[in-house]
């Protein structure tokens, strides 16, 4: 993940819609809208959305591999 500069950014672990949708690898409007289905948490401030770095990295993340189920529909026996 890439580090914002101390100097400029939202704040420490904090990314704007722009930064978090290329980590994502989404457009912003991609992103906005994953933030307004509630998909991707996020914080409002005045106008302006901030993600935590945390949350981003957790929807990129994999936490569990999911069973395959076959196209017939039936469980492999």
């Given at each position: 993940?890439?580090?914002?500069?101390?100097?400029?950014?939202?704040?420490?672990g904090?990314?704007?819609?722009?930064?978090?949708?290329?980590?994502?690898?989404?457009?912003?409007?991609?992103?906005?809208?994953?933030?307004?289905?509630?998909?991707?948490?996020?914080?409002?401030?005045g106008?302006?959305?901030?993600?935590?770095?945390?949350?981003?990295?957790?929807?990129?993340?994999?936490?569990?591999?999911?069973?395959?189920?076959p196209?017939?529909?039936?469980?492999?026996?």
């Open positions: 993940m890439r580090q914002v500069p101390a100097d400029r950014g939202p704040g420490p904090l990314l704007t819609v722009q930064e978090a949708a290329q980590e994502l690898r989404l457009g912003y409007r991609g992103c906005l809208a994953a933030i307004k289905r509630g998909q991707l948490p996020a914080v409002r401030l106008k302006a959305y901030r993600l935590r770095a945390e949350d981003v990295r957790a929807v990129v993340t994999p936490t569990a591999v999911a069973t395959a189920t196209a017939h529909g039936r469980a492999p026996q």
